[in-house]
């Protein structure tokens, strides 16, 4: 396993960062807690959950499988999603975030969290509220550094369009006034998708990664599985991304003709689609550390293999010719099946 500075920061991460979204959903407690001892005993530091993962059964059994080896272990966690039905039961203002925090801090059974992420932008809470009530954090001990997570979910974005915002500025904002004007530990991590349909983090999000010594954290390495042979004609009905997205229609045309191409591409080079998904995303000089989020032993195990393996220039030159750098074929084709969904069901 390798190591990469996450940005600025003193903090070493692996290349492979552990997710653990599955865990306590489809994941039972017995499969959770072999598939994190067996990353671990691979050399994979950190982990990531959330506080409305599994509704806080992911945290939970991550606690309790690391009980006796928390010195091996960071754990990176994250708020803003709803975990009640009251009016203050998500967001980032302060009052959320210290609850959160407190919250994560007893399920997980430690007394910090390493990195604390942001899990979206909360924009209607000022952004010196959030950042002065991470700093109080910090200052008291209970987390390490904070982290941020740009991209909203398609709701979100229909949701936030009639603001005019644009979501990448608010990373900026946030560096500048945490290491300018409020003199406060500022992000040293952001979490984005990125994978070989999901490339728009390319345009805005790397490059001010690297201006502001953000480390870059990618999520969603496989589409959310939508990068296999599985989705190649009709979605599988079982599948979490049919369930969630739909995603058929002719809106679904462009991308499935991309899949078809990635994965003639993928066997050209002796790998499944998955695997060559890993290899690229790994080869990537941008990225500080890769979350796979396995429901399987095997597909932890195929992930930690494939993350070793190298793409050449030239496999990444025709893997360019088939989705641009800086283009979007998954999440922009959610957001228009998303938004004509919503359409249809207001006509």
Same mark, same amino acid.
């Given at each position: ?10 903090? =070493?991460?692996?290349?492979?960062? @552990? ?9 039972? $407690?017995?499969?959770?807690? $072999?598939?994190? *001892?067996?990353?671990? #005993?691979?050399?994979?530091? @950190? ?7 599994? #509704? ?11 009980? *006796? ?19 203050? #039961? ?20 430690? #007394? ?6 942001? *899990?979206?932008?909360?924009? =209607? ?18 987390? =390490?550094?904070? /982290? ?18 644009? +979501? ?13 004007? @409020?003199?406060?530990? /500022? ?5 984005? +998708? ?62 499935? =003709? ?81 938004? /004509? ?7």
């Amino acid at each position: 396993m390798e190591f990469h500075q996450l940005g600025r920061s003193g903090l =070493r991460v692996s290349t492979v960062t @552990l997710g653990t979204f599955n865990f306590g959903g489809p994941t039972d $407690e017995a499969a959770a807690e $072999e598939i994190i *001892h067996t990353a671990l #005993d691979a050399g994979v530091n @950190l982990v990531d959950t959330a506080n409305a993962y599994q #509704d806080g059964r992911s945290e939970q059994i991550l606690g309790k499988a690391i009980r *006796h080896r928390r010195d091996d272990v960071l754990i990176a966690t994250k708020c803003y999603n709803e975990v009640g039905p009251g009016p203050n #039961d998500w967001g980032n203002s302060a009052y959320a975030i210290k609850r959160e925090c407190e919250r994560s801090l007893r399920r997980l059974g430690v #007394d910090h969290i390493d990195i604390f992420h942001l *899990h979206r932008h909360d924009l =209607r809470t000022p952004v010196e509220e959030t950042l002065g009530a991470l700093a109080d954090l910090v200052r008291d001990g209970k987390v =390490r550094y904070i /982290g941020t997570s740009t991209m909203p979910s398609p709701e979100e974005m229909a949701e936030q369009a009639g603001l005019g915002v644009v +979501p990448t500025w608010r990373l900026v904002e946030m560096a500048v006034l945490a290491r300018g004007s @409020l003199g406060i530990p /500022g992000p040293v991590a952001e979490q984005s +998708p990125y994978n070989l349909l999901e490339r728009e983090v390319e345009r805005d999000i790397l490059p001010i990664c690297r201006e502001y010594g953000v480390g870059f954290v990618a999520y969603s390495p496989l589409a959310m599985g939508y990068l296999s042979e599985r989705f190649l004609g009709e979605p599988p009905a079982a599948a979490r991304f049919t369930e969630w997205w739909s995603p058929s229609g002719a809106i679904w045309e462009p991308v499935q =003709r991309a899949l078809a191409a990635l994965l003639d591409l993928a066997a050209e080079h002796g790998q499944s689609l998955p695997e060559f998904a890993h290899s690229w995303l790994a080869g990537s000089g941008d990225v500080t550390s890769t979350i796979i989020g396995p429901r399987t032993l095997e597909q932890l195990t195929l992930a930690l293999k494939a993350t070793g393996t190298v793409v050449d220039a030239q496999a990444r030159q025709a893997v360019d010719a088939i989705v641009p750098p800086g283009s979007s074929l998954w999440f922009r084709t959610i957001e228009q099946g998303h938004r /004509g969904k919503r359409d249809s069901e207001e006509c």
